[in-house]
């Protein structure tokens, strides 16, 4: 009996010990072998750091990772050498000299993987990836150059010119959420040539997704509390700004729940210790701002609670569909206060200016990739809508729903399954005193 040996199948199993691709992983893979550019949405927890990271290790050259969060590019860094990987990154906090034994390693051919901010295009790192050689750039969390950079990093619009510099070398976009607006953004802008598009399903039907109209800190505790008591296991509550998260945090442990906070303004080493208590299961909660998150794994996430509505559908569900990426049964509630959407509306005028507004007729899809306003305006439509949210939200990323009703939401599920606050005495809650 001949044994057909399966290439990708080996490697698989070789570097990382998975014996099965995911669904979509494979096709992923062999296009990247095969050279193709290529453009991948991949909702959270369906394995899209293999689809690129597995190319790299069969092939000969290095791969550049552009990745937008230091504290991601050192974690999953970490995670490849705990492997066996020899994979590397550059920032601008490593001191010069460490910066120059990498750069010479890298020009070795010492690092199949090479992370970088979009910002670390300078002239030597460019030389020692030349010499390397470079042999595909990958964008991580590509929606970050629709959706932030003209206005927060810059650098993301320039690197087209990086793989000028490298000899016109394939690249690759992977993200969670990309509406179909922003696809074609992100074709044009990095300059992809036919693109092997592959764009996952966004159905969570494992995910229960609720929101409620909460005003003010009292009425949300009271919420938040309820679910707490409801959803055992590990919970992650995003608020919007860092002022908040500590007090959230503070709160969580008042209530004799092991919670810690996560924000940008933490030193590294503080970060570092919270996120590894948290993929350890060390803590019950996690309050953090959206700075948490991308490329974290912990499978066993049961609740995920927004305290304020973010800016974005985009950010919702990418923040969303960290609770139950193990398939388990998770709730995901939404607390909609009209006060922090008049905040969101206020921070997207800083950004990018007023409103646009389309005097001799409404803007095509296609006209433009949606503002800052515009992906608010989504998001309260979302919070306000009184049909299935999840059918909103499939019909946003471009996905027809199968049904109408998913039995899984506060707008269709059967009404003696909907949760119901128990109002407590404002003494049971010393918020933010």
């Known amino acids: 009996m001949v044994t057909v040996v399966d290439p990708l199948r080996t490697a698989l199993a070789r570097y990382f010990g998975y014996q099965e691709f995911r669904a979509g992983q494979r096709p992923l893979v062999q296009a990247a072998l095969d050279g193709r550019d290529l453009l991948a949405v991949l909702p959270t927890g369906r394995g899209k750091s293999i689809c690129f990271q597995l ?25 490849l050498q705990r492997r066996g990987v020899a994979a590397t990154w550059l920032d601008s906090h490593l001191a010069p000299e460490t910066r120059r034994t990498r750069l010479a390693r890298i020009a070795a051919g010492g690092h199949p993987l090479v992370y970088l901010a979009p910002e670390r295009k300078d002239p030597g790192t460019i030389a020692a990836l030349r010499a390397a050689p470079a042999e595909r750039i990958v964008v991580d969390e590509a929606h970050c150059i629709s959706e932030w950079g003209v206005d927060f990093r810059p650098a993301y619009r320039t690197i087209g010119a990086l793989r000028d510099a490298l000899g016109g070398i394939p690249v690759s976009a992977f993200t969670a959420s990309a509406t179909p607006a922003v696809r074609r953004d992100l074709i044009s802008s990095l300059g992809l040539r036919a693109p092997f598009t592959a764009i996952g399903s966004f159905d969570r039907p494992n995910l229960r997704l609720d929101m409620v109209r909460a005003r003010g800190n009292r009425e949300k505790a009271t919420l938040v509390a309820e679910a707490l008591r409801r959803e055992r296991g590990l919970a992650v509550l995003y608020a919007a700004t860092r002022g908040a998260a500590e007090q959230w945090a503070s709160w969580c442990r008042r209530q004799r729940r092991r919670a810690d906070v996560y924000h940008a303004g933490l030193d590294a080493a503080r970060r570092r210790a919270v996120q590894r208590a948290f993929v350890q299961g060390e803590l019950d909660c996690l309050v953090a701002t959206n700075a948490f998150g991308m490329g974290i794994d912990q499978p066993h996430v049961r609740l995920v609670v927004h305290l304020a509505a973010p800016g974005a559908v985009e ?9 139950g990426r193990d398939g388990a049964p998770a709730r995901c509630l939404l607390l909609a206060d009209p006060a922090d959407f008049a905040l969101r509306r206020r921070m997207a005028t800083t950004v990018a200016g007023p409103p646009r507004v389309w005097w001799h007729r409404a803007p095509a899809p296609g006209d433009r990739p949606p503002s800052a306003h515009d992906r608010l305006d989504a998001m309260i439509a979302l919070t306000e809508t009184p049909r299935c949210r999840r059918a909103v939200l499939l019909r946003y990323f471009g996905e027809q729903p199968l049904r109408v009703q998913c039995g899984n939401c506060d707008r269709c599920a059967p009404r003696d399954s909907q949760p119901t606050a128990t109002r407590l005495a404002d003494a049971r809650f010393p918020v933010f005193r």
């Open 55 to 79: 190319p790299a290790l069969m092939g000969t050259g290095t791969t550049v990772v552009i990745s937008p969060l230091v504290a991601l590019m050192r974690d999953q860094v970490a995670q």
């Open 315 to 323: 950010s919702y569900y990418q923040e969303a569909g960290r609770a």
